[in-house]
């Protein structure tokens, strides 16, 4: 008989939907350079608390015009996961060192 704790099933459960909404959210495109929000480093933390997903995601200048764009779109992708929670925080501030290696934006 295998028998698991129920502490180490919600983490592994946990983990599961922690990665699944990275990898939704990885499907959000920053309109201006057409590159995932993931790639150009503005998502900082996804993690469960209380069973509510919390997404900690950062713009590029505190103006941003595309702020609202970008909220709508990870909530929408998020929507039908699990109930979640996003907060745009600015700090740390984004920079371009932040920007995935893989993607080659700009000199940086």
């Not at 998502?43 to 997903?53: A, H, S």
């Not at 709508?72 to 929507?79: F, G, I, K, N």
């Not at 700090?91 to 932040?98: C, L, R």
Request: hydrophobic share 45%; with cysteine.
């Amino acid at each position: 008989m295998l028998m698991c704790k129920p502490d180490k099933l919600m983490a592994i459960n946990e983990t599961a939907l922690r990665n699944e909404a990275v990898r939704r959210i990885r499907g959000v495109i920053d309109p201006e350079v057409g590159i995932s929000i993931v790639d150009l480093g503005l998502l900082y933390q996804v993690y469960m608390e209380d069973q509510v997903l919390k997404v900690h995601i950062t713009v590029t200048t505190p103006g941003c015009p595309i702020r609202r764009y970008i909220e709508q779109q990870v909530m929408s992708v998020l929507s039908d996961l699990v109930e979640t929670e996003l907060h745009v925080v600015m700090d740390p501030p984004w920079s371009a060192n932040m920007i995935a290696e893989n993607i080659h934006l700009f000199d940086r």
